[in-house]
C-alpha cells in the first residue's frame, strides 16, 4: 500500500496554566509540549499579577500570556467574571493551575468546571491551603508529597488525581524540603497532563479515573 505523505499528527490537548509566582511547574510543561506525542499544547498563560517570573518563561516559549490583576476590577466578582473570560480566549479543553494563589470563584467554576486540575505541595487531605509545606513540616510528618487533584469549590478539596510522597529530612527547612517536593511535582504534573490529555478520565465520587 503506498504511504500516506501526510504523517497523521496526534491531536494535542488546549491547555491554559495559570500561575502567580515563579513557573517552574509551568516551565516543565512548556519543556513537554513540542513534542506532540505528550498530547497537549500549552496555548495560553493567565497570571493575576504582572510581576509573576512565570511569564517571562511563558513569553520565551512563544505562548500568549494574560494579565488579570484585582487591582484592576472594581471587586472580587468582576475579577472572577475578568478571569473566566481571559481564560475563555483561548478555548481551553485543561486548565492547569500551577502555583497559582488565588481561589477561583463561581464563574470561572461554570464555565471550566471538571476539567481544572490544581498542583499542591502536600499529600491531601493533609495540609491544604497555602502553607502545605511549612505546615506539614510543623506538623513533624515524616513523608510528605505533592498532589495533583480536579479543582472544586473548596480549597484543595477536589477529587485526587495522582500523589507522589517525598521523605522529609532531619534538618530540612520550609525551602529546601519546598525544592525537593518541587522536583517530584514538576515530574508528576507533566506526567498527568499527559495523561489526562491522551486518555481522557472520568470522575467516580471521589475517584478519578485516567483513561476512562
Ligand atoms: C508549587 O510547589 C505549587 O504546588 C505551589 O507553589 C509552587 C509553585 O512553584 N502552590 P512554581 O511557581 O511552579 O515554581
Redesign the pocket.
Known amino acids: 500500500m503506498p504511504r500516506d505523505p501526510h504523517p497523521v499528527v496526534p491531536r494535542q490537548a488546549r491547555v491554559v496554566v495559570l500561575?502567580?509566582?515563579?513557573?517552574?511547574?509551568?516551565a516543565a510543561l512548556l519543556a513537554a509540549h513540542d513534542d506532540p506525542a505528550w498530547g497537549a499544547r500549552v496555548v495560553g498563560v493567565v497570571s493575576n499579577r504582572a510581576d509573576a517570573p512565570?511569564l517571562a518563561r511563558a513569553q520565551a516559549a512563544g505562548v500568549a500570556t494574560a494579565v488579570v490583576a484585582p487591582a484592576d476590577f472594581p471587586d472580587r466578582p468582576a475579577w472572577d467574571e475578568g478571569l473566566a473570560r481571559a481564560v475563555e480566549v483561548f478555548d481551553p479543553e485543561l486548565v492547569v493551575l500551577?502555583?497559582f494563589?488565588r481561589i477561583l470563584g463561581e464563574p470561572f467554576l461554570r464555565r471550566f468546571g471538571g476539567r481544572i486540575v490544581n498542583?499542591?505541595?502536600a499529600l491531601l487531605p493533609a495540609f491544604p491551603g497555602a502553607h502545605g509545606v511549612r505546615d506539614a513540616l510543623a506538623h513533624g510528618v515524616r513523608v510528605t508529597g505533592?498532589t495533583v487533584h480536579l479543582v472544586d469549590a473548596g480549597v484543595d478539596t477536589g477529587p485526587i488525581v495522582a500523589q507522589r510522597a517525598v521523605e522529609v529530612l532531619d534538618g530540612d527547612d520550609e525551602a529546601s524540603l519546598?525544592e525537593r517536593?518541587?522536583v517530584v511535582?514538576r515530574e508528576l504534573l507533566v506526567d498527568v497532563v499527559g495523561r489526562m490529555a491522551r486518555e481522557g478520565f472520568t470522575v467516580e465520587g471521589r475517584r478519578v479515573v485516567l483513561g476512562g
Open positions: 500561575v502567580s509566582g515563579t513557573g517552574t511547574n509551568l512565570a500551577a502555583g494563589m498542583t499542591h505541595p505533592c519546598h517536593i518541587k511535582e
